[in-house]
T-cell receptor, first 114, second 109 residues
Framework: AAGVIQSPRHLIKEKRETATLKCYPI?????VYWYQQGPGQDPQFLIS???????DKGSIPDRFSAQQFSDYHSELNMSSLELGDSALYFC?????????????FGPGTRLTVL | KQEVTQIPAALSVPEGENLVLNCSFT??????LQWFRQDPGKGLTSLLL?????REQTSGRLNASLDKSSGRSTLYIAASQPGDSATYLC????????FGPGTSLSVIP
């Protein structure tokens, strides 16, 4: 069965650079979520989109933005990168109209800011 | 406020022992609860998912229970093996998933 795809899997950037992370949800899933997991921490919710509209917002910095496109894939754009942005970024997808709203997680993108 | 806690934070057991990991959540209006395993620096491996209407799920040596009314879930691991050493995360699904801080498990050969 198709799973959530994230690209790239690893990314190295310098401070003050920008980065774009991509997420391709499971086919027919209409909702995408982004999570950030810093070193030694549990994943924290950043933002979610349902049917291409932002549906919920968590602890996402103003330097970050995200969107969901017509094909339901999502991109997380990160600007003015800081050392503290180094983390594992997970994307998850779900079928919100489904009865249980089960979220399926991708393998994550490891971002290292030098 | 929706919060998820896990105890213990760390656990070390000899190989072959049975063990229980605990998860508590403050808001019982959940869609489901999921247990994940995470190896150092790696992604999330889904172990078991319990829907809000279910009481338990089993997969091999793993058994997870859910008591929504008391806001608790347990993950039971039977006959532990060194390969079970990892961090175990409890994740409670509302409109977003809230993760617990995890339990770091070490199984000593």
């Amino acid at each position: 069965a198709a799973g959530v795809i994230q690209s790239p899997r690893h990314l190295i950037k310098e401070k003050r650079e920008t980065a774009t992370l991509k997420c391709y949800p499971i086919p027919r899933h209409d909702t995408v979520y982004w999570y950030q997991q810093g070193p030694g921490q549990d994943p924290q919710f950043l933002i979610s989109f349902y049917e291409k509209m932002q549906s919920d917002k968590g602890s996402i910095p103003d330097r970050f933005s995200a969107q969901q496109f017509s094909d339901y894939h999502s991109e997380l754009n990160m600007s003015s990168l800081e050392l503290g942005d180094s983390a594992l970024y997970f994307c998850a997808s779900s079928l919100k109209r489904g009865p249980y709203n089960e979220q399926f997680f991708g393998p994550g993108t490891r971002l290292t800011v030098l | 406020k929706q919060e998820v806690t896990q105890i213990p934070a760390a656990l070390s057991v000899p190989e072959g022992e049975n063990l229980v990991l605990n998860c508590s959540f403050t808001d019982s209006a959940i869609y489901n609860l999921q247990w994940f395993r995470q190896d150092p620096g790696k992604g999330l491996t889904s172990l078991l998912l319990i829907q809000s209407s279910q009481r338990e799920q089993t997969s091999g040596r793993l058994n997870a229970s859910l008591d929504k009314s008391s806001g608790r879930s347990t993950l039971y691991i039977a006959a532990s093996q060194p390969g079970d050493s990892a961090t175990y995360l409890c994740a409670v699904s509302y409109d977003k998933v809230i993760f617990g801080p995890g339990t770091s498990l070490s199984v000593i050969p």
